[in-house]
C-alpha cells in the first residue's frame, strides 16, 4: 500500500447502502451516527469507528450525529466528553446533532414499561450471583428465575419504586423475558435495567435506575431514526437483542445493525481500559504522550486529520480481524509530509567543524527551496559561516565498508554548498572527538570537484547563527505486536520508545516554526513543532516519523 500503488479499500457497508438507496429504502435516506461512552480519551481504533460513520453520510448526502452513549455514570466524566468532541471536530467532521442517551432516559422507562405491560418484561429479584448461576453456559441452557411469572402489576409497581430510589444497588434488576434455552447467551432473559445510586454528569440524582447498553443503544438509534448502525463485529451476536426490542416496541423507526471488524494495530493497544492505566500508572506523559494511540497523543506526534483518515480508508471496512502493521499508519503520514512538509536542516548530535581556510568573518547566505518538488513552496535564506555544526554519524575515524561520508583526509559535500576535506581531528581528554578542521574546495559551489568524484552528501548548520532545539524521537511504545498479551505491560514497554536530545542545532529559519507546523529535517525525518512546549524562545520537534520504512526487514 504506497502512494505509487492506488488501493481500492474494501468497503462491504458501502455496496450494503448503494442497493438501499437505489432500492428506496428509508426514502433514500442514510442516517448514522458515532456512540462512543466518554469514559476515556478516543484512540485509533475509534477514528475508524468515524470516519466510517461521518464518511459514510457526506458520501451519502446524509446526516451523522455524534451521540454519547452515557448510561455509566461511575465511570463518565465531562472532561472525556469535551475532549471527544474535540477529537471529532479536529478529525474534520461535523456532527448533524450532538445527542445523549441520557436524552432518552424517559422515553425509555416508559418503553421498558410497555414492555411489562406486553409481558414482556419482568422484575428479577435474584442476587447478581443467582442470575449468573442461573443464565447457564454455551453447552447448557439457562435456568428460568423464580420470579420470571410475576404479574404484570405486580412487575409495574416494582419497576416504578425502583425508580423512585426505594430498593438498594442490587435488589432488583428489570429483564426481559425472551427465552432461557436461547443458544445465544445474549437472548437469556438480559437485563434491561439496574439499580445505580449515582449521580449522573447531566441528569444529576433524577434516576435511580440506569438502562443497559443493549436495551438503550436499539431504542436510541430508533428514536434518532438512524437507518444504519455500524458497530464492530463483537456485537453481532447482540443483533437478535437488538431486533427484538425493536421487533416488540412502536419506536419511529427501526434501523439496520451492521457490523464491521475492529482496528487493531500492531505494536499498541486499542482499549480504554489498557490506555487509562498507562496514564495511571504514569508509565506514558498522561493521555496526549505522542507515544499514545489516542487521537489527541498522535495529534501531539505530528500525525494529521488527512493522514489518519487516508489510513482508515486505506485499510478499508471488512468483516474479518485482522492486524493492520504499523508501517501502514506510518506510509500516510509520510506520504504527506513528504508532499507538503518544507525542508530544513537540523542537527541532532553536533560535532563542530572549522572551515580553516574561511576567514574568521567569512559569511555567506544561500536561498534554499523548500521544497525540491513544490516551487509554489518558495524558498529561504541559510547562512553558511566559518564554523558550522555537523552530526556525530557524518564523521568516522576508523569508517565502515561502504562509508560515504566525512573521514580523515575524505571529502564530503556540504548539503547545498561545498566539498569540504578533513584534515585534523580535535579530541578531549576522554578521547572524544570534539572538533574537526577542514579546508573547503571554493569551486565547488553548485558544482561537481575537478577530477575526482565525492559522493556523500551531509547536512549542516552555522554555528553563529544556528539555535539550539530540543528534538524528541519516539519509536513504537511497546516492543512487541501484541503487548496486551503481555505479562506484564512493564515488561513490554521499551525504555528507548522516547529519546530526548536537548543538545540539537538547528538551522536559523525554525526560529519562526509555529506549533504544529510540520518540516522534513533533511536526511533525518518527518518533524512537527510540539504544540505544548514549543515557542520561538524554546524550540521544540518531536519525531512524526522516520524517512523511510524501518519495518521492512
Ligand atoms: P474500548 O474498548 O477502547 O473502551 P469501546 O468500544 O468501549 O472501546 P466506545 O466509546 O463504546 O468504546 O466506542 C465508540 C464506538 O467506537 C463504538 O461504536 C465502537 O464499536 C467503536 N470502536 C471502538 N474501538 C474500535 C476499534 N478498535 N476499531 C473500530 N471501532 C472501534
Ligand atoms: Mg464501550
Given at each position: 500500500m504506497s502512494k505509487s500503488e492506488p488501493v481500492k479499500a474494501s468497503n462491504f457497508i458501502r455496496n450494503i447502502i448503494d442497493e438501499d438507496v437505489a432500492a428506496g429504502k428509508n426514502g433514500g435516506q442514510v442516517v448514522t451516527r458515532f456512540p462512543p461512552e466518554p469514559n476515556g480519551y478516543l484512540h485509533i481504533g475509534h477514528a475508524k469507528s468515524i470516519c466510517l460513520n461521518f464518511g459514510t453520510a457526506t458520501r451519502y448526502n446524509g446526516r451523522c450525529n455524534l451521540r454519547f452513549d452515557d448510561t455509566n455514570p461511575a465511570k463518565e466524566s465531562e472532561e472525556y466528553a469535551l475532549a471527544i468532541k474535540d477529537d471529532v471536530t479536529w478529525l474534520g467532521f461535523e456532527w448533524n446533532e450532538l445527542r445523549h442517551a441520557s436524552d432518552y432516559f424517559d422515553e425509555l422507562y416508559e418503553y421498558a414499561c410497555e414492555l411489562i405491560r406486553q409481558g414482556k418484561a419482568y422484575v428479577d429479584s435474584s442476587s447478581a450471583e443467582e442470575m449468573r448461576e442461573m443464565r447457564g453456559t454455551l453447552t447448557e441452557p439457562g435456568i428460568e428465575s423464580p420470579y420470571r411469572n410475576r404479574s404484570?402489576?405486580?412487575n409495574l409497581d416494582l419497576f416504578s419504586r425502583m425508580k423512585a430510589g426505594e430498593f438498594n444497588d442490587g435488589d432488583h434488576v428489570l429483564r426481559a423475558k425472551?427465552?432461557?434455552?436461547?443458544?445465544?447467551?445474549?437472548?437469556?432473559?438480559?437485563t434491561l435495567y439496574r439499580i445505580r445510586k449515582v449521580n449522573h454528569i447531566r441528569t444529576g440524582d433524577k434516576w435511580s435506575i440506569y438502562p443497559m447498553y443493549d436495551y438503550t443503544h436499539c431504542?436510541?438509534?430508533?428514536?434518532?431514526?438512524?437507518?444504519?448502525?455500524l458497530c464492530t463485529l463483537e456485537f453481532e451476536d447482540h443483533r437478535p437483542l437488538y431486533d427484538w426490542v425493536l421487533d416488540n416496541l412502536k419506536t419511529p423507526s427501526h434501523p439496520q445493525q451492521i457490523e464491521f471488524a475492529r482496528l487493531s494495530l500492531e505494536y499498541t493497544m486499542l482499549s480504554k481500559r489498557l490506555l487509562i492505566k498507562l496514564v495511571e500508572e504514569n508509565i506514558v506523559n498522561g493521555w496526549d504522550d505522542p507515544r499514545m494511540?489516542?487521537?489527541?497523543?498522535?495529534?501531539r506526534r505530528g500525525y494529521t486529520p488527512e493522514a489518519l483518515r487516508e489510513f482508515c480508508e486505506r485499510i478499508g471496512i471488512t468483516?474479518?480481524?485482522?492486524?493492520?502493521?504499523?508501517?501502514?499508519?506510518?506510509?500516510?503520514?509520510?506520504?504527506?509530509?513528504?508532499?507538503e512538509a518544507p525542508r530544513r536542516m537540523a542537527v541532532l548530535d553536533p560535532i563542530k567543524v572549522v572551515i580553516?581556510?574561511?576567514?574568521?568573518?567569512h559569511e555567506q547566505r544561500f536561498t534554499l527551496a523548500n521544497h525540491p518538488q513544490d516551487d509554489t513552496a518558495g524558498t529561504r535564506e541559510v547562512p553558511f559561516t566559518r564554523e558550522i555544526y555537523i552530526d556525530r554519524d557524518d564523521f568516522a575515524e576508523v569508517p565502515p565498508p561502504k562509508y560515504q561520508r566525512l573521514i580523515p583526509g575524505g571529502e564530503v559535500r556540504l548539503r547545498s554548498s561545498y566539498v569540504i576535506k578533513c584534515e585534523e581531528i580535535i579530541k578531549d581528554d576522554a578521547g572524544k572527538v570534539v572538533e574537526l578542521r577542514c579546508t573547503h574546495d571554493p569551486d565547488t559551489l553548485g558544482k561537481k570537484p575537478e577530477g575526482r568524484k565525492v559522493k556523500g552528501v551531509i547536512h549542516w548548520v552555522s554555528a553563529t547563527y544556528g539555535e539550539s532545539a530540543e528534538i524528541r524521537l519516539y519509536n513504537p511504545l511497546f516492543n512487541t505486536p501484541d503487548p496486551a498479551k503481555a505479562?506484564?505491560?512493564?515488561?513490554?514497554?521499551?525504555?528507548?520508545s522516547e529519546i530526548i536530545l536537548s543538545n540539537c542545532i538547528v538551522e536559523p529559519a525554525l526560529k519562526d516554526a509555529v506549533a504544529e507546523q510540520h518540516f522534513q529535517f533533511e536526511r533525518?525525518?518527518?518533524?512537527v513543532a510540539d504544540r505544548h512546549d514549543h515557542s520561538s524562545d524554546n524550540l521544540v520537534f518531536n519525531r512524526v516519523v522516520t524517512l523511510r520504512d524501518t519495518w521492512a526487514k
Open positions: 404484570i402489576e405486580q425472551i427465552d432461557m434455552a436461547s443458544g445465544n447467551i445474549n437472548m437469556r432473559d438480559p431504542v436510541s438509534d430508533a428514536i434518532e431514526n438512524i437507518t444504519h448502525s494511540p489516542t487521537i489527541i497523543g498522535m495529534r468483516k474479518n480481524d485482522a492486524w493492520i502493521e504499523m508501517m501502514v499508519l506510518e506510509g500516510c503520514i509520510r506520504d504527506q509530509l513528504n508532499r580553516t581556510d574561511l576567514p574568521a568573518d505479562e506484564s505491560i512493564e515488561d513490554a514497554i521499551d525504555p528507548e533525518i525525518g518527518y518533524f
